[in-house]
């Protein structure tokens, strides 16, 4: 169930990267930052935590994951920001 969730929250941020107009070979990279931070969300949220927490902690992972490719792939961090705060 939760792979699918996953897959889902990917290709829903997949579109939005789409939607503004991130560069085609990266929105795989914005695809995974929704993912992950859904997967964070969903996990703890399973797990009997709060909602509040839960979202904060996910968009802590999902932020430190989107400056981690910003770095590396040389782009802005919204690029991957914008995208995958959408899930949540």
């Given at each position: 169930?939760?792979?699918?969730?996953?897959?889902?929250a990917?290709?829903?941020?997949i579109s939005?990267?789409?939607?503004?107009?991130?560069?085609?070979?990266e929105?795989?990279?914005?695809?995974l930052?929704?993912?992950l931070?859904?997967a964070v969300?969903?996990?703890?949220?399973q797990?009997n935590?709060?909602?509040?927490?839960?979202?904060?902690t996910?968009t802590?992972?999902?932020t430190?994951?989107?400056?981690?490719f910003a770095v590396?792939?040389?782009?802005?961090?919204?690029?991957y920001v914008?995208?995958?705060?959408?899930?949540?």
């Amino acid at each position: 169930m939760i792979i699918i969730e996953f897959i889902v929250a990917m290709v829903a941020t997949i579109s939005f990267a789409i939607l503004f107009n991130a560069p085609k070979n990266e929105v795989i990279y914005c695809g995974l930052t929704g993912a992950l931070g859904w997967a964070v969300y969903y996990g703890m949220t399973q797990n009997n935590c709060n909602s509040v927490l839960a979202s904060l902690t996910a968009t802590f992972c999902l932020t430190t994951l989107s400056r981690c490719f910003a770095v590396v792939r040389k782009n802005p961090v919204t690029m991957y920001v914008l995208p995958g705060i959408f899930p949540l």
